[in-house]
């Protein structure tokens, strides 16, 4: 809940940023921009994505994670580098129900973890 949170703040934002250019360009003529479905959706999609693979990749995790006290890490027990961490981002969103597979996995991993060999620790420190 915390990493949507966070998520739908930054959508706020991207709409706060578009509404401010678009009046900074033609005040007078000002209409607010369009936030149909597809717009939030799209916005939702490529905002969640940038914001876990840059949290993986920098810091371990994101501030959810952090929170739970759990890290990403790869196979060999170091951070995973953007490009990995990218494409469980977009493994994440897109197919979000392979997250559940840590309930029946008996490594706990879910089908992102075992498609790119990263795995969930627990890191409280």
Known sequence: MIDAAVVLGLVVGAYA???TAVFLVDPR???PPDTSLGWFLDAWIL???GYLALS???LGGTRGDKVMGLRVLTAAGTPPGLLRSTA???FCVLFPLGLLW?????RQRS???LALRTHVVHDWG
Do not use: E
């Open 17 to 19: 940023v578009q509404a």
């Open 111 to 113: 089908v992102q973890d």
């Open 56 to 58: 993986w990749a920098v």
């Open 47 to 49: 905002l969640a994505i």
């Open 102 to 106: 840590v309930a029946v996995s008996r």
């Open 88 to 90: 469980r981002a977009i």
């Open 29 to 31: 003529g000002f209409v």
